[in-house]
């Protein structure tokens, strides 16, 4: 079936390789996030959640891009901050949208 996904298959492989390699720590402002599996505080909002989950940003923004150098691992608001300053598709992006771009 063909997808049109941008996204390479091993996509997920790859990010959570990356992921590892950065320690679950945002590579940006030394943020630590939370692991797989790993329990938060019960009275975490969602957004506290969300702050301290660990994305994968595309300097180029082309996620079919999925060579390393082109990959960073950001906290949530890193990564709003990351795509913030374009402008295009991506400039008004907000938390809940972004985190459709893993
Ligand atoms: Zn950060
Ligand atoms: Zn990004």
Redesign the pocket.
Known sequence: MPSSSPYPSNWKEISLELKKKANWT?Q????KCIEPGQKVPQDWTVSKRMAYTLQTHHWDRDPSNSSEDNLIC??T??HLDLHRGYRGRLSNVSEGQLSLFP
């Open positions: 945002c940006k402002c030394g943020r950001v906290c608001g890193c």
